[in-house]
């Protein structure tokens, strides 16, 4: 439905993205988390979904739906698909609580800080061969 209505949010983008990429024997798994430095008419800060594809020996990030930057996600959950990666299962009565989660910037390799921006660079979401995040 997501490719003929060329419609959809974030999670329905990711799981086309996932199915063309499995098709091609790429592996793929999907992501999700916070989305820091998105376009503030967006709106505020908010969950999104991502996908992660095995390129090169590398886990790369990849934003199907194109409205986050990728640089900014700050990951929760990371699975086969929507149902193997909820980042909140509710089982039984809620009790709603107020959470914070401080977001810090750190300096890159050049001593540098920087915000978040757009780049056609991929960015790898692990260091390397050894497959750690």
């Known amino acids: 439905?997501?490719?003929?209505?060329?419609?959809?949010?974030?999670?329905?983008?990711?799981?086309?993205?996932?199915?063309?990429?499995?098709?091609?024997?790429?592996?793929?798994?999907?992501?999700?988390?916070?989305?820091?430095?998105?376009?503030?008419?967006?709106?505020?800060?908010?969950?999104?979904?991502?996908?992660?594809?095995?390129?090169?020996?590398?886990?790369?990030?990849?934003?199907?739906?194109g409205t986050a930057i990728p640089m900014g996600f700050v990951r929760l959950t990371s699975g086969r698909d929507a149902a193997d990666s909820a980042y909140a299962s509710i089982f039984g009565d809620v009790l709603p609580t107020t959470r914070f989660l401080k977001v810090e910037a750190v300096s890159g390799a050049d001593g540098m800080v920087r915000e978040p921006y757009r780049t056609t660079m991929a960015v790898s979401t692990d260091d390397g061969p050894s497959g750690r995040y």
């Open 1 to 65: 439905q997501t490719l003929r209505d060329r419609q959809g949010v974030c999670r329905d983008f990711a799981h086309l993205m996932i199915a063309l990429c499995r098709a091609v024997n790429i592996p793929a798994r999907f992501t999700t988390g916070l989305d820091y430095g998105a376009d503030p008419a967006l709106g505020p800060t908010d969950f999104h979904a991502y996908v992660e594809c095995f390129l090169s020996g590398r886990w790369y990030m990849f934003d199907p739906s």
